[in-house]
């Protein structure tokens, strides 16, 4: 098999994705096909992730990660 090296965005310098990423969102505002977040809708996306992270985890799980949190 060939080597495929080093290729494609996700082995860019971080600089240049942001680049293109912003030039990307821009476009699509732009277009006016971009979505914008409301305040209802990034509330909803937040609890949707706290769910998801901590569903498998047990009460004591938590609170050792909360401890050593506080002791960094």
């Given at each position: 098999?060939?080597?495929?090296?080093?290729?494609?965005?996700?082995?860019?310098?971080?600089?240049?994705?942001?680049?293109?990423?912003?030039?990307?969102?821009?476009?699509?505002?732009q277009?006016?096909?971009?979505h914008?977040?409301?305040?209802?809708?990034?509330?909803?996306?937040?609890?949707?992730?706290?769910?998801?992270?901590?569903?498998?985890?047990?009460?004591?799980?938590?609170?050792?990660?909360?401890?050593?949190?506080?002791?960094?």
């Amino acid at each position: 098999m060939a080597e495929k090296g080093n290729r494609g965005f996700a082995s860019m310098d971080a600089d240049k994705q942001r680049e293109i990423a912003r030039k990307g969102g821009k476009a699509a505002h732009q277009k006016g096909t971009a979505h914008e977040f409301t305040s209802e809708e990034a509330a909803e996306a937040g609890r949707k992730g706290g769910q998801a992270s901590g569903a498998n985890r047990s009460s004591e799980d938590m609170s050792e990660r909360g401890r050593k949190g506080g002791q960094r």
